[in-house]
C-alpha cells in the first residue's frame, strides 16, 4: 500500500515494468540506476522501500513518515503520470483508459492524470511483428534474401491477429504462435543474439544474468522484509506466461487516441538497438494512429534531443504527442541511458521535451 504525506510533492508516478511474467523487482533493480532512482526519490533501497516515495509509486511496498493525506487529497491535488516499458505497452493505454473513463464519469477520486509513458512498449501488435523484417535488414541482422524468406511469414500474421481481434480466445493464441515466427525465423538466422540489445550476444535463458538477484530476493531476510512469506522469487514465470497469451495479440493502441483529444501527454520513447520492441514497429503505429493530430505529427520534422551538449536521440512532437528514439540503448533505455532518461522524463513532465539546453 503507498500512503503519500502531506508536504508539496512532485508529481506522482507510476511505473509499470517489462512482461507480467517478469516480476517487476527485476527491472526495479536491474534497469534504474542508483542516479535516476535517488533524482527520483527513490535514495534508499532496501527491501522494505522498494518503490516508497514521495513522487514513484512502483509496488505499493513502505511506510512514508509524516502526516496522511486522504486518497481524495493526494490524487486531485498531484499531477499523475503512469510510465512503464514493455509489456506495459498493453497495461499503461488500459490502465490511463479506465482513469479517464472514471475522471469523465465522476466515479470515485479523482485522478489529475496529466501523461503517460511508455518505453520499447508492445502495443499494436500487428504492425510491430511488420517491422521485424525491416528493422532486421536495416541493421544488417539479416541479408537481403534472408529478409525475402522472413516477409513471407508476415501475410499469414496479419490474418491471424485480425481473427485475434474479432473472435478472441484460442484466435489470439494462435496469432501468437504465427506471428513469433516471424521473430524466431530472424533469431534463427542471427544465432547467439541479444534481442534485447543486439549489440550484445544473449547470455542466460531470458539474454541478461539475473541470479544475483534471484539470489538477493530469496534471502530469507528479505522474503520477511517483503512478507512474501516461502514464495519462490524468478525471473520468469511460465505459469504467468501461459495465462497471458490470450492477452499478447491485442492491439492497446485503439485507447490512445481519446488520451490525445482530451490533451493527456503521451510519450512513446524506444532505444535504437532493441529488437523485440524496437523502435520502427513503434513508431510505425505511432504514426498510423488515427487523431486529430495525426497529419501534423506526420508532417513534423525531428531534431535533436540534447542532453550535455550531446545528442541522445532523435525527437519528434506535435500537440501532446511525442515519439523519441534514444541512441545507444537497447530494451533497458533507463539501464544504457540514465542521465538521458532522467532528462527526458523531467523535460517531458515539465512540458519542455522540445527543449534543448
Same mark, same amino acid.
Given at each position: 500500500?503507498?500512503?503519500?504525506?502531506?508536504?508539496?510533492?512532485? !508529481?506522482?508516478?507510476?511505473? /509499470?515494468?517489462?512482461?507480467?511474467?517478469? !516480476?517487476?523487482?527485476?527491472?526495479?533493480?536491474?534497469?534504474?540506476?542508483?542516479?535516476?532512482?535517488?533524482?527520483?526519490?527513490?535514495?534508499?533501497?532496501?527491501?522494505?522501500?522498494?518503490?516508497?516515495?514521495?513522487?514513484?509509486?512502483?509496488?505499493?511496498?513502505?511506510?512514508?513518515?509524516?502526516?496522511?493525506?486522504?486518497? /481524495?487529497?493526494?490524487?486531485?491535488?498531484?499531477?499523475?503520470?503512469?510510465?512503464?516499458?514493455?509489456?506495459?505497452?498493453?497495461?499503461?493505454?488500459?490502465?490511463?483508459?479506465?482513469?479517464? #473513463?472514471?475522471?469523465?464519469?465522476?466515479?470515485?477520486?479523482?485522478?489529475?492524470?496529466?501523461?503517460?509513458?511508455?518505453?520499447?512498449?508492445?502495443?499494436?501488435?500487428?504492425?510491430?511483428?511488420?517491422?521485424? !523484417?525491416?528493422?532486421?535488414?536495416?541493421?544488417?541482422?539479416?541479408?537481403?534474401?534472408?529478409?525475402? +524468406?522472413?516477409?513471407?511469414?508476415?501475410?499469414?500474421?496479419?490474418?491471424?491477429?485480425?481473427?485475434?481481434?474479432?473472435?478472441?480466445?484460442? +484466435?489470439?493464441?494462435?496469432?501468437?504462435?504465427?506471428?513469433?515466427?516471424?521473430?524466431?525465423?530472424?533469431?534463427?538466422?542471427?544465432?547467439?543474439?541479444?534481442?534485447?540489445?543486439?549489440?550484445?550476444?544473449?547470455?542466460?535463458?531470458?539474454?541478461?544474468?539475473?541470479?544475483?538477484?534471484?539470489?538477493?530476493?530469496?534471502?530469507?531476510?528479505? /522474503?520477511?522484509?517483503?512478507? %512474501?512469506?516461502?514464495?519462490?522469487? %524468478?525471473?520468469?514465470?511460465?505459469? %504467468?506466461?501461459?495465462?497471458?497469451?490470450?492477452?499478447?495479440? /491485442?492491439? @492497446?493502441?485503439?485507447?490512445?487516441?481519446?488520451? @490525445?483529444?482530451?490533451?493527456?501527454?503521451?510519450?512513446?520513447?524506444?532505444?535504437?538497438?532493441?529488437?523485440?520492441?524496437?523502435?520502427?514497429?513503434?513508431?510505425?503505429? &505511432?504514426?498510423?494512429?488515427?487523431?486529430?493530430?495525426?497529419?501534423?505529427? *506526420?508532417?513534423?520534422? *525531428? &531534431? !535533436?534531443? &540534447?542532453?550535455?551538449?550531446?545528442?541522445?536521440?532523435? @525527437? #519528434?512532437?506535435?500537440?501532446?504527442?511525442?515519439? @523519441?528514439?534514444?541512441?545507444?540503448?537497447?530494451?533497458? &533505455?533507463?539501464?544504457?541511458?540514465?542521465?538521458?532518461?532522467?532528462?527526458?522524463?523531467?523535460?517531458?513532465?515539465?512540458?519542455?521535451?522540445?527543449?534543448?539546453?
Amino acid at each position: 500500500m503507498f500512503l503519500p504525506y502531506a508536504e508539496p510533492l512532485p !508529481p506522482l508516478y507510476l511505473f /509499470r515494468h517489462i512482461n507480467p511474467w517478469h !516480476p517487476g523487482p527485476l527491472r526495479a533493480l536491474y534497469s534504474h540506476s542508483h542516479a535516476l532512482m535517488s533524482r527520483l526519490h527513490l535514495s534508499r533501497i532496501t527491501p522494505t522501500r522498494i518503490g516508497q516515495s514521495s513522487s514513484l509509486m512502483q509496488f505499493g511496498i513502505g511506510l512514508p513518515a509524516g502526516p496522511i493525506l486522504s486518497p /481524495r487529497e493526494f490524487y486531485a491535488n498531484n499531477d499523475f503520470y503512469i510510465t512503464g516499458e514493455s509489456y506495459a505497452g498493453h497495461y499503461i493505454p488500459a490502465f490511463a483508459t479506465r482513469v479517464q #473513463k472514471g475522471n469523465k464519469g465522476k466515479e470515485g477520486i479523482f485522478v489529475n492524470l496529466k501523461g503517460i509513458a511508455i518505453g520499447n512498449g508492445f502495443t499494436d501488435p500487428e504492425i510491430q511483428y511488420k517491422s521485424y !523484417p525491416d528493422f532486421a535488414l536495416d541493421m544488417k541482422l539479416i541479408n537481403q534474401s534472408d529478409y525475402k +524468406s522472413v516477409n513471407e511469414l508476415v501475410p499469414p500474421c496479419e490474418q491471424a491477429t485480425k481473427l485475434c481481434a474479432a473472435n478472441g480466445g484460442d +484466435s489470439c493464441i494462435s496469432a501468437y504462435a504465427t506471428c513469433n515466427s516471424i521473430f524466431n525465423e530472424i533469431l534463427a538466422i542471427t544465432g547467439n543474439i541479444n534481442y534485447y540489445d543486439i549489440r550484445k550476444p544473449c547470455e542466460g535463458s531470458l539474454c541478461y544474468d539475473f541470479s544475483n538477484l534471484e539470489t538477493f530476493l530469496n534471502q530469507k531476510s528479505v /522474503r520477511t522484509a517483503l512478507g %512474501v512469506g516461502d514464495i519462490e522469487f %524468478v525471473s520468469c514465470s511460465s505459469t %504467468v506466461y501461459q495465462a497471458m497469451q490470450m492477452d499478447l495479440m /491485442r492491439n @492497446l493502441e485503439v485507447g490512445i487516441p481519446a488520451l @490525445l483529444e482530451d490533451q493527456i501527454k503521451v510519450l512513446i520513447y524506444a532505444g535504437e538497438y532493441d529488437l523485440i520492441c524496437n523502435w520502427l514497429g513503434n513508431s510505425q503505429w &505511432v504514426h498510423a494512429m488515427a487523431w486529430s493530430g495525426q497529419k501534423n505529427f *506526420t508532417a513534423t520534422p *525531428t &531534431v !535533436p534531443f &540534447v542532453v550535455d551538449g550531446a545528442e541522445k536521440g532523435q @525527437l #519528434k512532437s506535435h500537440g501532446p504527442l511525442n515519439f @523519441l528514439k534514444i541512441h545507444d540503448a537497447g530494451h533497458l &533505455v533507463p539501464k544504457d541511458q540514465p542521465k538521458a532518461s532522467l532528462e527526458m522524463l523531467k523535460r517531458w513532465t515539465q512540458g519542455k521535451l522540445s527543449e534543448n539546453e
